[in-house]
């Protein structure tokens, strides 16, 4: 089935540990996306890509780093862990720049900092 | 940036009928709209790219006004599987990438 693979499904990490969370889509699509979502504050961006090798900033993007080496993958690296970045992480891909024809997300990660 | 939702909780009963608003401070240039179910991720529902446009998806329509910089959700008849959380989103008009999700407004259709 076509569509984004992430993972891990859930995590509770250490503060102050390195953490990667995967995020593979299938669908060929050219930018792909990192949101956070947080209770009350809805979906905010952390970083995106138009395209592999070119990589942008968005709303929230302090404390986690991104790559794009090649169409398919995205992954996001939090490289020192705090209790603030706990919350659901969404990866998500759009055919177009600037999702003009809709994001699709994948299901989520669960990340617990304690 | 982020566009405001209005009502942020509605309850129905099965076959009534609601409307969630959307409007932000900013020129909107599109507007979309998602519906999140508890634990899942969100899904596309409808993109709004013109002035005055509205669009259908089932039971379920928008309107999208330019000028008055806000967009309407309307659900019609609910179902008991329309229940979920509704998202609206928007571009920075100045940098498309760059996108801001409203807060949400949790649907909830009861039998």
């Known amino acids: 089935i076509a569509g984004i693979t992430q993972a891990p499904t859930s995590q509770i990490l250490a503060a102050g540990r390195r953490m990667t969370l995967r995020c593979t889509q299938d669908m060929r699509h050219n930018a792909m996306y990192w949101y956070r979502q947080d209770l009350g504050l809805g979906l905010r961006l952390i970083h995106y890509?138009?395209?592999?090798?070119?990589?942008g900033k968005g709303e929230v993007p302090d404390g986690y780093s991104v790559s794009r080496a090649n169409t398919d993958d995205f992954p996001l690296t939090l490289a020192s862990a705090v209790p603030s970045q706990t919350s659901v992480y969404f990866c998500?891909?759009?055919?177009?720049?600037?999702?003009?024809?809709?994001?699709?997300f994948g299901s989520g990660t669960r990340l617990t900092v304690v | 940036q982020q566009p405001v939702q209005s009502p942020q909780a509605v309850i129905l009963r099965e076959g009534e009928d609601a409307v969630i608003n959307c409007s932000s401070s900013?020129?909107?240039?599109?507007v979309h709209w998602y519906r999140q179910k508890h634990g899942e991720a969100p899904v596309f529902l409808m993109i709004l790219l013109k002035g005055g446009e509205q669009k259908g998806h089932d039971k379920i329509s928008a309107s999208f006004n330019e000028k008055k910089q806000q967009s309407s959700l309307y659900l019609t008849a609910s179902q008991l599987s329309y229940s979920g959380t509704y998202f609206c989103g928007t571009p920075d008009p100045y940098n498309f990438n760059k996108f801001y999700f409203g807060s949400g407004t949790k649907l909830n259709v009861k039998p």
């Open positions: 890509s138009n395209t592999a090798g070119t990589t």
């Open positions: 998500a891909s759009s055919e177009r720049q600037g999702a003009t024809d809709g994001y699709t």
């Open positions: 900013k020129a909107l240039y599109s």
